[in-house]
């Protein structure tokens, strides 16, 4: 064979074996879909809605809620479905995974002095785009609730921190619509201009997205319902379960892990910014800032509004020279600031100290447990 | 434009590709060359468009005064052009650092707005003065504006490197070697930037993983353990060889699919035995720049005073070798960036080649047959020690500032004591120990077990050959590449798992110098 066709077949033969490789790679992350984000079950389609609601309706209904088996269900599609329901739930609680074990439902209930019955719309990684979204659908949907409780963390005075609130791009820019007009000046510079499809796309040859399929693959997606029996919410039961009142309990196994997690004091103590997709020294801003100030004006016609601030672990609170405890002293000032014009009241700081969490009452850095969560009433600001 | 990125590979690589070996074949050498240099202003570009007037402008007036020296060889045209390079890099580069040096020194409170520092400022910089240098002292021979402007922005070295000199790259870019398209020039070239977008975005960012949360942590005024400060300083050398060294192989790789040879710029360097050794083998394009146009000069010119002076031996060694050593590292230190830490960075590898160059000067006295003769463990010891020492500088070159480095190399050194309980606790390695001990066993097994990109790549590449490259210590002689099938299954892989890492696009670490 002449010597440039062997160059030849090679090169061709890279390139072309590469690209059937993450082909293959793409189909399998597509079809097991870890996060449910390709899921058929879009709240867009029919049939999807049926599900979403069949789900919300045996949820609501249930005594101990229902397992979540094999990553089935997106979660904001259901958070989403669940404020179009009607609840006899006196406080909404809007916020992210630090508010998951927030709940009237558990031995240790949270925020029993403002609420007598929660629904807990906590998503993982929840950012000002999210709060708008669920914000107008509450607004749509919901007439006798009496409380909506928003939780801010350190990140939620950016934009697009996070693109996973992309899945409902279209139900945001409808819902921001209503907060401003098209003509202002934050709806001209807030123009999201990633694109959720290019994201989708490139997400199917995500290397850490084929590694949750890989573990995923021996496991069947299962679309039916399985409600929860009995079980004792401290230690956990197979899976994890979401309880009637939409807070979460990790399955026994995580919760073991957690606790030996929390016995070695294995807590990283610097905790990096990047994850919260902020510069120090640009801690928020301004234009989201004024759009979440319109959101909770709107809010505030229809229902009483309340700040939620969750604790960081202790030992993040260790070194307070650190950029993240920066940003979330500088965050809790400026929500302070916007609470006392809005005459909104403040439950909770970012600080254990000014709630009394100890160390053994998180999770990790950032996630409190119950018993520390049902202290949050401790800290209290009345504007 | 990131080399790691979608846009770059899928975009405008094919098309300047295509671009280039259409109009070579048609023969179209001006238009070739153009085409090359718009290409390489259009990637500049698109990082920030501004800098291209800079760019551009400093081909002109470098090309200027290039001209101005040929036609008659004057010092005061080359001191302008000297002078000129340095003011515009002084003031992108360390216009800050000298305001806050003088405000601290002197209590002052001169404010100056933050300088953003145009992308590969340093490299095109001198680059163009060795230009200047060579064409005062007459050793310049190609003068083409065409070719000059390529020599000054071919894209494959023109943010991060190598410093290419005129020499090499000139006479590539005349008319009669510009090919048309090679097929092994391009299976080699694919094959070497695979090596490098590989070692970029599989090992260098996910061993970053485990090196700067830990600096971050001691920046912000945390204690490290001992485990901790000796966990980040492996993870940062081994992410550092992998960025950069990966982003040089991905710069070979792509000049040979040009059919443009350029210089190796890393060979082995934590194989090396000794701190000479080292500075060989890294970064090579800028140790030998500086120790042809800095070091050599210097200590030319003090040996001669030296000699002329009847001085003693350890005077001698002193004028000849130590200053010229100090002064070389010095600039050396400061071209990385504008900070102590990098002066007290460059000082430090000075001490460490006077320590070397001293300790050769005294086995030399020693009878050749008394020597402990060379053997296995011999070679570890010393590639250990060498490593070692390399490991520390790191951690100046590495840390926040002077204080910081400080605090780590103490907890390096035990003195924040040393209990080995913490060896798997969250803290090191950030929340993966196990994970990041992986990292750094497999990093250490690539890094002393397989071949350099030269060793794997030079014997299938008769380009290098033809442009004065040869093999010289190849080690590995049995795994140098082919275009096998076994080759093929192997990059198969390694292009597929970088291509599903680029989601966490990271820039290249030395972009910031």
């Not at chain 2, 040089?248 to 000049?255: F, K, R």
Request: aromatic content about 18%; overall charge positive; proline content about 3%.
């Amino acid at each position: 064979m002449p010597n440039y066709k062997i160059f030849l077949y090679y090169l061709v033969g890279v390139i072309f074996f590469s690209f059937v490789l993450l082909l293959l790679i793409a189909l399998i992350n597509f079809k097991i879909d870890p996060s449910n984000i390709y899921t058929k079950y879009s709240k867009s389609s029919k049939s999807g809605t049926e599900s979403l609601n069949s789900f919300a309706k045996k949820l609501f209904n249930s005594k101990n809620g229902i397992l979540l088996k094999n990553y089935t269900w997106n979660e904001r599609d259901l958070y989403l479905n669940f404020t179009k329901h009607k609840t006899d739930a006196d406080c909404l609680i809007l916020g992210a995974s630090a508010i998951k074990q927030i709940s009237s439902f558990r031995k240790n209930k949270s925020l029993q002095g403002t609420c007598r019955k929660i629904l807990n719309l906590g998503i993982n990684g929840a950012v000002i785009e999210d709060y708008i979204v669920l914000s107008q659908s509450i607004l749509e949907n919901q007439k006798k609730t009496k409380n909506i409780i928003i939780q801010i963390n350190a990140w939620t005075f950016n934009f697009n921190r996070d693109n996973r609130w992309l899945r409902y791009k279209n139900d945001y820019n409808r819902a921001v619509k209503k907060i401003i007009s098209e003509n202002d000046n934050i709806y001209k510079t807030n123009k999201t201009t990633g694109s959720y499809q290019t994201s989708l796309f490139k997400n199917l040859i995500n290397i850490k997205y084929f590694i949750s399929s890989l573990n995923l693959i021996n496991s069947k997606k299962n679309y039916s319902i399985e409600l929860a029996k009995d079980f004792n919410y401290e230690l956990g039961t197979t899976h994890k379960v979401l309880l009637p009142d939409g807070s979460i309990i990790s399955a026994a196994k995580t919760l073991e892990k957690r606790k030996k997690n929390n016995e070695d004091l294995s807590i990283k103590r610097n905790w990096n910014i990047q994850n919260w997709g902020i510069v120090p020294g640009a801690w928020y801003e301004e234009n989201a800032i004024n759009i979440f100030t319109k959101l909770v004006n709107q809010l505030k016609k229809n229902f009483n509004v309340i700040f939620l601030i969750t604790p960081y672990h202790p030992d993040v609170w260790s070194n307070e020279e650190q950029p993240s405890v920066k940003a979330m002293k500088n965050v809790e000032l400026k929500l302070n600031e916007i609470a006392k014009i809005l005459n909104i009241d403040v439950i909770g700081s970012f600080n254990p100290k000014k709630i009394g969490c100890r160390r053994d009452e998180f999770f990790d850095e950032i996630h409190p447990k119950d018993l520390c969560l049902s202290k949050l009433e401790n800290a209290y600001v009345f504007n | 434009m990131l080399y790691n990125s979608y846009i770059f590979l899928f975009l405008f690589l094919p098309v300047t590709l295509f671009g280039f070996h259409f109009l070579t074949k048609f023969g179209h050498y001006k238009l070739t060359l153009s085409w090359l240099v718009a290409a390489s202003l259009f990637f500049y570009g698109w990082w920030n468009p501004v800098y291209i007037a800079l760019l551009i402008g400093s081909a002109i007036f470098n090309y200027t005064i290039g001209y101005l020296l040929l036609v008659r060889s004057n010092k005061i045209f080359l001191y302008f052009g000297i002078i000129g390079n340095l003011v515009t890099l002084g003031y992108f580069k360390y216009a800050n650092f000298f305001v806050d040096n003088i405000n601290f020194f002197f209590n002052n409170n001169i404010i100056l707005e933050q300088i953003i520092l145009p992308l590969g400022i340093s490299f095109f910089t001198f680059q163009q003065i060795t230009f200047l240098v060579d064409t005062h002292l007459g050793k310049t021979k190609d003068f083409n504006f065409l070719q000059y402007c390529l020599f000054v922005t071919f894209f494959p070295q023109l943010i991060s490197g190598p410093i290419v000199h005129h020499k090499q790259m000139m006479p590539q870019f005349a008319k009669k070697s510009l090919n048309i398209l090679k097929l092994e020039n391009l299976a080699a070239g694919f094959t070497t930037f695979t090596i490098g977008l590989f070692k970029k975005v599989f090992l260098a960012d996910n061993i970053a993983v485990f090196a700067t949360p830990t600096f971050d942590a001691a920046s912000y005024g945390f204690g490290l353990t001992f485990f901790e400060a000796w966990g980040a300083s492996l993870a940062y050398a081994f992410q550092l060889y992998f960025d950069f060294s990966g982003y040089s192989d991905m710069a070979l790789g792509l000049g040979l699919m040009f059919g443009i040879a350029l210089p190796f710029n890393f060979l082995s360097p934590f194989k090396a035995k000794n701190i000479s050794e080292f500075w060989r083998c890294w970064h090579i394009s800028l140790s030998t720049l500086i120790r042809d146009y800095l070091y050599y000069p210097i200590s030319l010119l003090l040996t001669r005073y030296a000699v002329n002076k009847k001085a003693g031996t350890i005077s001698l060694f002193t004028l000849s070798m130590v200053i010229p050593t100090i002064f070389a590292f010095f600039w050396m230190g400061l071209w990385h960036g504008a900070g102590w830490n990098f002066v007290l960075f460059g000082l430090v590898q000075a001490i460490y080649i006077t320590i070397y160059n001293i300790w050769v000067k005294l086995i030399n006295i020693i009878p050749q047959e008394k020597r402990i003769k060379k053997n296995n463990i011999t070679d570890f010891i010393s590639q250990t020690i060498t490593f070692v020492a390399i490991l520390f500088s790191f951690v100046i070159f590495r840390a926040e500032n002077v204080g910081v480095a400080k605090d780590i190399i103490f907890s390096m050194l035990g003195f924040n004591g040393v209990e080995f309980s913490d060896m798997f606790r969250i803290g090191v390695f950030g929340a993966k120990p196990k994970i990041g001990i992986f990292w750094i066993l497999f990093s250490i097994f690539i890094v002393n077990f397989l071949p350099n990109s030269k060793e794997f790549i030079l014997s299938k590449s008769k380009i290098f050959i033809k442009h004065g490259d040869v093999i010289s210590n190849v080690i590995n002689k049995k795994i140098t590449w082919k275009p096998s099938f076994f080759w093929g299954i192997v990059f198969v892989i390694m292009l597929t798992l970088s291509l599903m890492s680029f989601s966490n696009t990271s820039e290249f670490l030395y972009f910031q110098f």
